[in-house]
């Protein structure tokens, strides 16, 4: 009877230490599968290590006490199959909840992949399409750049024909047609010389623009027809200014 109840007590030892996940063989530092004597070997020598007179003040009783509760269930072969079987029941468990937890962190890995992706391209499709805004401003604002330079053109163009030719047109024109009336008239004059017909340097009819008094200078004769154009645009401007306005 005695015998019974301490192997239920060792049984009741068994309970509460698998509950706790407590690895008696370690306590021990005996591998699982060691021998009874080895078993005892160990728990000699644990108990050496950690009993009152080696350890004094630094004595830890609950370790103290479960070194001998290690003994007693290893030493009894029921409490120790049961507490073996309790032992790989529980690791068993742990390994289920460990591929569990690493089942549920693929998952949980592979569903953040999954959205970062998502993410990703949806970053992606906004900035192709913002790209596109910037695309179609660029282009608008491009063509209405061209428009108005055209339309600037353009209004320049009719301004300037409703106007007429400015005067360094005027005066670069006016230069050109004396230049080819003096080489005209060098080159007639040359040809009535070589007959021995006209006088060379006869003074010719005055033009509008243009006098022949051989009193005036190459550029008061210039100055005079400047200023003869002057007046002229002045006239036109002023009367495109009445027109204007009314």
Known sequence: M???????????????????????????????????????????????????????????????????????ILMEPASRQAYDAARGAAARKRAEREAMDKEKRRYIDELEAAEKLARMKKEEEAEKMRELDRERDRLREEGTRRREAEEREDRERREREAMGPSLEEQEAELMRKIEDKAKRRADRAARKAEKGGARAGEPRPASYYFSTDPALSYEEKVAGVMGKLRARQAEREERRRAAAAT
């Open 2 to 72: 005695s015998e019974q109840r301490n192997i239920n007590d060792l049984l009741a030892l068994v309970k509460d230490y698998s509950a706790r996940d407590v690895d008696l063989y370690a306590l021990l530092s005996v591998p699982a599968d060691a021998p009874e004597k080895e078993i005892h070997r160990g728990w000699r020598r644990q108990n050496l290590l950690h009993h009152p007179d080696k350890t004094r003040e630094a004595f830890d009783p609950v370790v103290y006490e479960r070194i001998g509760h290690a003994r007693d």
